[in-house]
């Protein structure tokens, strides 16, 4: 693989570094949708929804981390991109996951009924957040 279709990307959480590869390409689903970057795009700020991160690496693999929200920074050949949490497959448990996401439909249920729109949103957010991590274990 030629040195001029490498970049670098990096994934940090406010608890550190989550990702530090070499890739080809990297696909995130920003707000406006889809987006894939590769070596030497123009620099670029975008804002990411919740949704696995797909890693293109040089070896051929793909790698996917999911990612809750954030933002993707790709400037000299370096992509960042810099989020609350963001959880490798092999790091998420699935069972916990499950009952978050049960835990969250339950909440939504509840707070439709009372007319809660403030917990409701809460319970919207903790619902993709537990589908992302659930999605991405089933990706890798």
């Known amino acids: 693989m030629s040195d001029d279709k490498v970049f670098q990307v990096n994934i940090v959480t406010p608890d550190g570094l989550v990702y530090d590869h070499r890739t080809t390409l990297v696909v995130v689903k920003a707000i406006g949708g889809e987006i894939g970057f590769q070596a030497k795009h123009e620099p670029a700020l975008v804002s990411l929804q919740i949704a696995p991160v797909k ?44 009952s978050a996401e049960e835990r969250a439909k339950e909440k939504i249920e509840k707070a439709k009924r009372e007319h809660d729109e403030a917990e409701l949103r809460r319970a919207t957010v903790a619902l993709n957040r537990a589908i992302n991590r659930i999605n991405t274990v089933s990706l890798r």
């Open 55 to 98: 890693i293109y690496r040089t070896n051929g693999q793909v790698q996917y981390v999911a990612v809750n929200g954030g933002f993707l920074e790709m400037d000299n050949n370096v992509a960042t991109i810099v989020a609350n949490t963001a959880e490798r497959p092999s790091d998420i448990d699935v069972d916990r996951a499950q």
